[in-house]
């Protein structure tokens, strides 16, 4: 059986990086795998949070997951701190994983930045959670954006870990699925920089909550260049070739179709073009978001059976790891 985990974290609107590197691809993935999409809010505390902030991003995630299109007669939506088993078996493959191997992870020196011993244990070890996110369910397929493919490859030398040292082949090891075209989106001001919730700009991305103004009015301010048509020297323009990938991934075009499109157009030209798509493929999620949000009582509905169902497996993991290790 093909098995999919996946998560996104409640810290923030989520924005167009998370919907085409990530929640997209899991919309399509529905047909040919069993899914389950997390509400990673335990990984949101790995910087801190405020209690209600996190409550309501939580209900956000779960009402912008709903609109892009998880189908919830097939897929399970959760949020992960009500399943227990993701911070159990985190501790037990913690025991499994050497300090060397955490020592590696960019994402942690990036975000960890200058004041590394201010940074929280947490945040350090917020890959041996998302391998036991993964792990717990025997997930056999992760689909990610590019920036987590560091992490995703330690979840397999943890599971590789634990095999070995139980002699056993219990868990299978996940393979990633980086899909698309638009892995890795970068931030509208600076396209050396991945979009991000966490960015202070909120110039820096565009929201699936934000209205068609918000979004014109952001592609409009998107660092540009003075370069007199979109095609020429893209190789060494970030934010053109940003836009550019934006504009083919959401209309569904290759590159090349795209800039055929944009033929004898310049930068504004290109944003006037990619206003009008994303427009029209963003503005029916929002409207949905909306209605959703205005049910709370139904999005905790949705988050109370996927939690029963992911227990379910989880569980039986759990079970399964603790003979193994020799608790009684
Ligand atoms: N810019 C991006 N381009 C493509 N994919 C992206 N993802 C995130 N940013 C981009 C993918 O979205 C999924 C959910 O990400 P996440 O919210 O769990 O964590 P993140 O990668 O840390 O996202 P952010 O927006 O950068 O959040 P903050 O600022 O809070 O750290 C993942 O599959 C991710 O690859």
Redesign the pocket.
């Known amino acids: 059986m093909k098995r999919i985990l ?4 409640p ?2 609107n ?5 919907y ?4 997209r691809n899991w919309v399509k993935l529905q047909d040919g795998y069993e899914c389950l999409y997390m509400v ?1 809010d335990l ?2 505390i790995t ?1 801190p949070q405020e209690p209600d902030s996190l409550r309501k991003a939580v209900r956000e995630v779960t009402a912008a997951l709903i609109a892009c299109g998880i189908d919830l007669e097939k897929s399970a939506i959760f949020n992960q701190s009500a399943v227990s088993a993701h911070s159990e078996l985190a501790w037990i493959l913690g025991c499994h994983t050497p300090l060397g191997w955490l020592n590696r992870m960019t ?1 942690f020196k990036e ?1 960890a930045g200058k004041h590394r011993e201010e940074a929280l244990l947490g945040l350090y070890s917020y890959p041996v959670l998302m391998a036991a996110d993964i792990l717990v369910y025997k997930a056999t397929h992760v ?6 493919k560091q992490h995703l490859e330690l979840s397999r030398d943890i599971a590789g870990a634990f095999n070995r040292q139980y002699n056993t082949e219990f868990f299978p090891l996940p393979e990633p699925l980086i899909l698309g075209d ?6 509208l001001r600076d396209g050396s920089k ?6 202070e700009s909120d110039y820096s ?1 565009i929201n699936l909550t934000d209205d068609a103004d918000a979004i014109a009015k952001k592609i409009k301010k998107a660092t540009s260049d003075s370069y007199p048509t979109v095609g020429e020297n893209l190789e060494n323009r970030p934010e053109a070739a940003n836009l550019l990938t934006l504009y083919a991934s959401l209309k569904g075009v290759t590159r090349e179709q795209a800039l055929a499109e944009c033929a004898g157009k310049n930068f504004s030209g290109l944003k006037q073009m990619l206003t009008e798509v994303a427009v029209a493929h963003l503005s029916p999620i929002t409207r949905r978001m909306r209605e959703l949000l205005a049910a709370p009582d139904y999005i905790d509905q949705v988050l109370s059976k996927g939690v029963a169902r992911a227990r379910n497996i989880a569980g039986g993991t759990m079970q399964e790891v603790k003979e193994m290790i020799g608790f009684l």
């Open positions: 996946s998560g996104v974290q810290t923030g989520l924005h167009l990086g998370n085409l590197g990530a929640i990673a990984h949101a910087v994402q975000k689909p990610v954006g590019e920036d987590q638009a892995t890795r989106v970068m931030s991945k979009m991000s919730k966490s960015d991305r």
